[in-house]
């Protein structure tokens, strides 16, 4: 394990903490002003409220949460694709508006929605990302091929529309390998992906932590999947933080209610109890 | 590694991802390349029409050469402007841009990259459209500087550049009617800088704006080398106010996608789904 100040892809590092954010707000102006409860006083939707936290590195990180939570939003603004109203986040010491060309350095980003150049072929594609990284062409090719070898994608020179929406997947997540990015943040990567594709992911993002340093923040709906994979999971819920502990630690806080609890169980207690409040409010407002 | 290295691979990579889109776009491009030679015929044979036209001797020889270098350099400036304007407009169809914003490569590296692919299949297609047209019309080019041409569409190409710039800005402020808007500036552009007719005949004000565009400068700058063979010394004054519109549009552009990608970070207007 590299040390604080030491020097990976030509940046120093100043912290251990992979990722530290703080306060973080966001908020995008209102499409819809007449649903009352995604708006604030000043017509903005938040999508991301006020949220804190820390993610050490070689750790995996597991941000929970049910849709239009802000899990997407809020690696966005990691990702340096939106820029926070509120609040500060650093990766291994640097701030990401401040040193933004060094935080792009040594971050990665796998959507849910593969986004490719469609008529590309999957070699050409990744040739593009690899050489957006400054890659020589030949390390390029020589590592698209290993790595896309390993997730059983034999396809290098079809255009990628031709491909199934799981393979896009994968491709995805090969261009993010690729850059062998230190932080990695996945937006639900299994998302899609058959049950054996998915435990290859699983073994990939693993295998990226222990083997190659990197530390992962991941979203997902699949509360096995978090369980396998996460050392700490947070549970965001209208954009804010409700919970944080390990998936053992957060099991254990609902004992006392479920005795045998999954951390599907969890979820559904944590962000059960919006439900309420919102179904409420809706009766309210009708 | 250095921040040359670095900055040339991630232009290269620019360079040869629009090459790979042409090639296995090549339909596409089939249809635009026999658009515009069939454009550029059109127009010129309005100049071996003319006597009939008219019913008065013209000299068409001069006509069909004075259209042509219209419509060729039009063709070739409006392949840069495009392929540069567009440059949001695509990325944001193919869903890619987030990627590409992501990318540790600094803007301007990203105009440089562009912009290269541009100027050399902006010339591609138009020697392309020459060799299609020549078939066609009997030109005789004994008294032409076609050096001194060249370098003059060179030197254009760098204000043009800076242009584009300004207007790739637009789909990024407005996600659905920013590619009509390029749309827009490229048909002014048009109709002000002379291209099928001296700018003389238009109205006082529009003379007047005529001299912003660059495009202005390039034509007569053609003219004055493939009509009339002026040297290329004698072509020097063209290359002036091109070269000061380069200087002032393309740091000027980048400043202001600068401050649009900033504005589209704020507001979430990268994203397309997800
Ligand atoms: N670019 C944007 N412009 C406007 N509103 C946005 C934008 N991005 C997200 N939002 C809104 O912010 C809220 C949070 O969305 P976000 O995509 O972060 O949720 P999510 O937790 O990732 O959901 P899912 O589980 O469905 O992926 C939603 O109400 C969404 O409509
Ligand atoms: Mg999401």
Same mark, same amino acid.
């Not at chain 1, 908020?27 to 949220?51: C, H, M, Q, T, Y």
């Not at chain 1, 929605?113 to 008529?119: H, I, V």
């Not at chain 1, 090969?174 to 990015?181: K, Y």
């Not at chain 1, 369980?227 to 954009?239: E, P, Q, S, Y």
């Given at each position: ?286 | ?55 008065? %001797?013209?000299? +068409? ?5 004075? @259209? *042509?270098?219209?419509?060729? !350099?039009?063709?070739?400036? $409006? =392949? ?98 920013? %590619?009509?808007? +390029? ?5 002014? @552009? *048009?109709?002000?800088?002379? !291209?099928?007719?001296?700018? $003389? =005949? ?73």
């Amino acid at each position: 394990m590299q040390v604080v100040g030491s020097d990976l892809k030509g940046v120093t590092l100043m912290s251990n903490v992979a990722l530290n954010a703080q306060n973080v707000g966001k908020s995008f102006a209102s499409e819809e002003p007449f649903i009352k409860r995604w708006r604030n006083r000043n017509g903005k939707r938040l999508a991301v409220n006020d949220v804190s936290f820390q993610v050490n590195r070689g750790e995996i990180y597991g941000v929970l949460g049910p849709n239009g939570s802000g899990k997407s939003t809020l690696i966005r603004c990691i990702a340096t694709l939106l820029i926070p109203d509120a609040g500060y986040i650093e990766i291994f010491g640097h701030d990401i508006e401040r040193d933004e060309m060094i935080v792009k350095r040594l971050i990665n980003r796998v959507s849910v929605d593969a986004a490719f150049f469609k008529k590309l072929s999957a070699m050409e594609n990744l040739l593009y990302a690899a050489r957006l990284y400054s890659m020589d062409g030949l390390t390029a090719r020589r590592k698209i091929r290993e790595i896309l070898g390993r997730l059983g994608i034999k396809e290098l020179n079809q255009p990628l529309e031709h491909m199934s929406r799981g393979m896009q997947q994968k491709v995805a997540i090969a261009r993010a390998f690729l850059s062998s990015p230190i932080l990695l943040l996945l937006d639900e990567p299994t998302t899609g992906l058959d049950p054996r594709s998915k435990r290859e992911v699983q073994e990939f993002v693993l295998e990226m932590r222990d083997q190659h340093d990197a530390t992962v923040l991941l979203t997902t709906h699949d509360m096995d999947e978090a369980d396998k994979l996460c050392d700490r999971v947070a549970i965001i819920d209208n954009g804010k933080i409700i919970a944080e502990d390990t998936p053992q630690g957060l099991k254990e806080s609902i004992r006392h209610r479920i005795p045998q609890p999954t951390l599907e169980d969890v979820f559904m207690e944590l962000t059960g109890k919006q439900l309420v409040v919102e179904q409420d409010l809706a009766k309210e407002v009708s | 590694m250095s921040f040359w290295t670095r900055e040339l691979r991630a232009t290269y990579a620019f360079v040869e991802r629009n090459f790979n889109l042409v090639k296995r776009y090549w339909g596409w491009e089939l249809v635009w390349i026999t658009y515009s030679i069939v454009n550029s015929l059109a127009i010129t044979f309005i100049g071996a029409g003319m006597e009939k036209i008219s019913g008065q %001797s013209v000299d +068409t020889q001069f006509l069909i050469l004075y @259209l *042509l270098v219209g419509t060729l !350099i039009w063709s070739y400036l $409006s =392949v840069v402007f495009d392929s540069i304007s567009e440059m949001i407009t695509w990325e944001r169809w193919e869903g890619t841009i987030e990627y590409t914003f992501m990318a540790p490569v600094s803007r301007s590296t990203h105009m440089i990259g562009t912009t290269l692919f541009a100027v050399a299949y902006g010339i591609f297609r138009t020697l392309i459209t020459l060799g299609v047209v020549t078939f066609f019309f009997q030109i005789n080019l004994e008294k032409a500087n076609l050096a001194g041409a060249m370098l003059l569409l060179l030197i254009g190409s760098v204000s043009f550049i800076g242009f584009g710039i300004v207007a790739a800005v637009l789909p990024l402020l407005f996600s659905e009617r920013g %590619s009509q808007m +390029t749309h827009v500036i490229e048909a002014l @552009l *048009l109709l002000i800088s002379g !291209i099928y007719y001296p700018i $003389s =005949v238009l109205p006082d004000w529009l003379q007047t704006v005529s001299m912003l565009s660059p495009a202005t400068y390039v034509l007569d700058a053609m003219r004055e080398a493939i009509l009339h063979g002026k040297s290329t010394v004698e072509l020097l004054p063209y290359a002036w106010p091109l070269l000061v519109m380069g200087v002032i549009t393309i740091p000027f552009g980048l400043l202001v996608f600068g401050i649009v990608e900033r504005f589209a970070k704020r507001t979430g207007r990268l994203k397309r789904s997800g």
